[in-house]
DNA sequence: ACAAAAGTGTTGCCGATACACCCATGA
DNA sequence: TCATGGGTGTATCGGCAACACTTTTGT
């Protein structure tokens, strides 16, 4: 079989084995050069991007099918994936745009294919360390990467506001989400964790105040190594106490101002 | 045809228009005597209690089907409704169960139904009015009534789990829902909207900083009417200034300590 | 030497808490 | 008149925001 056959047929198997009418799509966060990230599929042959998304398996948890479908499609394993939102307007995805991007890679599949019925989406986001990915596409697209989250382009059906509602949700949730932790270098400075609060918030803080606060919650362990390298004061290195951020952010969470 | 055919004729009709597999859960909250409860359906000739739920049809988006069946199934209407949480695990209801409630009321639906199949479920929580509702149950059911959310039965399928999350969510979200506006009646006292968060929160409140706090906020009327009744003091009467409240709500929220 | 950035300390204000006192009402 | 609960005021305490100075490093 060629590829095309073979992409095609592969399609074909699936239809028996899925839920119709249920998808997943995941919008994977990461963070670098002081922004926010998510990452992005290009479907083969098209401009159009995409957020990584598939089906359920029948006998298949909707939360394992998030993680199977994330690690099929991009390559990302063990993440840190959370359920945020289900999408369930009839009008979120319109049938001729997908029949076009399946056409454009020669595979065929009758109108009348549940594939192109109404479809419910249940919508999470992960977490992950931007420097710890190498994201790979798979056999449905022609490139992976990330986008920086202010500077989308129009996206696949209503991928726009599924990320939109991510980021609102993980900003809501920012006190009690192990943010750092996940988006974060296992060392990192405290300058680094600043940054990445800051971007979160919108909003800048004060230096001095920050690395107080974030001492006080006493789930930081300073490491004797410091950042070498940029012309200035070299800073230490943290790490997390995973047990003590845990408890700090299920007892009440972070404080910012 | 009698009232069981009309019920049995009454479903099978249904399984052509709505989605397999997909269903919607709603739990409501009210407050009443202090406590927070929910309401509850009994099926109909058995002692078994489940939320008020059910099936979203071809063309409906979800929230719109999560109105209308908790109008069809409790005759509540023009509810505060939030999407909470969506509920995939394969193993959530047992088929076996469902058919032994049906049986109850001679409704028979084959084993290979759709209904029996798996379903993903699409949790709501409503917050209304204790005084302003009078719920009745439908077709399907004997019974309708508050339970208070500390002493549940054993409920149908994993119910007790969307009860349990719906109450988390709640508590987590708590500075940031109008509970009080739609929890209490439109005319309240100080003492009652502080019951209120206090029974939320699980923990007492200074009377004196509470109500100091809640008129800083500035989203309180204060009336000329008193509550008399009481072997007390006569309570002022408070009302929403629904605005401000709405937009301390979306601003950084309320706090409480 | 200088600029840029990081580490650490101090002050003062605001706001929350912990109070006390008085008032209204029904029994 | 007494018990109960509601309305209002005040003093104190602590935490956080605002701010300054020193230290390190590369150029």
Known sequence: MDQV???????????GLIIPHLS????????????????LLRFKNTEVWALPGGRVYREEPVNTAAVRVLEQRTGLRGLYLQQFH???????????DFQAILAQQNIRIEASSLLFDRTISVGYYALVEFAQVSPAPDQLSDECRWWDIRDLPKLFFDHNEIVAVAVRT?????????????LLPEKFTMPELQRLYETLLGQPLDRRN?????????????LDERRTGGAFKAPYLYRFDRERYAAVLQGGGLAFG
């Open 5 to 15: 056959t073979s992409a095609q047929h592969w399609m074909a198997q699936q239809m």
């Open 24 to 39: 997943v799509d995941c919008v994977v966060f990461g963070f670098h050069e002081n922004q926010l990230r998510v990452l």
């Open 86 to 96: 289900t999408f369930g307007d009839p009008d979120r995805l319109h049938s001729s």
């Open 170 to 182: 993980l900003r809501q949730r920012l006190s009690y989400e192990p943010v750092g932790l996940n």
């Open 210 to 222: 920050f690395q107080k606060r974030m001492l006080a919650y006493d789930f930081l362990q300073r």
